[in-house]
């Protein structure tokens, strides 16, 4: 029963432009998202969350956006660099200690 | 200030057996949560561990067990392996364990293992 989906596996993007990668889930009582980026051979990373009481949080070229009635929520890179490449998982959690990790979507930022 | 760090970093086990994984939290974090990463998948919560208990788990068997010591390292061990346990294992640690310190949780690089 996968909660958080990514549909779109892959995506690439000229340098410079926006890259837009999207998120559904399906659990209401999620009220806290994060999005991970995953380098090879590393782990996830932090990269921005949003809280389900705004619509929209922004930090440097990232932003998050969260449409709850849609339940739906995508992250805008602009303006994407090559070094943005790399395997971009969505998250939610309700509160308590578990995270749902959809199953992330390849960026591949073209120079 | 050491990142996450787990052990080993590959493993090959056989059908049955068992097998232990390792991994040393960040330095002053007291949470460590431990993941299942399966092939073209996101990661999957297996169980937390605050200050040496268990506190929280996810839709995992009872043969998914897990320890932290004194030093909030942690060790996550599977008994009768199955072919599907074959995966990427990734611990995080954080301190405190509420919603909240998910921003403030890092991830080890993960154990890749390859059960045949």
């Known amino acids: 029963d996968q909660q958080v989906k990514q549909n779109s596996p892959s995506l690439s993007v000229q340098e410079g432009r926006i890259s837009i990668l999207n998120c559904d889930y399906t659990?209401?009582?999620?009220?806290?998202f994060l999005w991970y980026k995953k380098y090879p051979a590393e782990g996830p990373t932090f990269l921005i969350s949003i809280s389900s009481i705004k619509d929209k949080n922004e930090d440097g070229r990232f932003t998050v956006f969260l449409n709850k009635s849609a339940k739906h929520l995508s992250l805008h890179i602009v303006p994407s660099q090559p070094g943005d490449s790399a395997v971009y998982f969505c998250?939610?959690?309700?509160?308590?200690?578990?995270?749902?990790f959809g199953t992330g979507t390849r960026l591949t930022v073209i120079p | 200030e050491t990142g996450v760090t787990q052990s080993p970093t590959h493993l090959i086990k056989t059908r049955g057996q068992q097998v232990t994984l390792r991994c040393s939290s960040q330095s002053g974090h007291n949470t460590v949560s431990w993941y299942q990463q399966a092939l073209g998948q996101g990661p999957q919560f297996i169980f937390q561990y605050y200050r040496e208990e268990e506190n929280g788990r996810g839709n995992f068997p009872p043969r998914f067990s897990g320890l932290q010591f004194p030093n909030y390292s942690s060790e996550l061990n599977v008994n009768a392996l199955e072919l599907d346990d074959s995966a990427l294992y990734l611990c995080?640690?954080?301190?405190?364990?509420?919603?909240?310190?998910?921003?403030?949780?890092?991830f080890g690089p993960g154990t890749r293992l390859l059960v045949l």
């Open positions: 998250a939610a959690e309700t509160g308590a200690n578990n995270l749902f």
């Open positions: 659990n209401s009582m999620f009220d806290y």
């Open positions: 995080a640690s954080s301190l405190g364990a509420s919603g909240g310190s998910k921003e403030t949780q890092y």
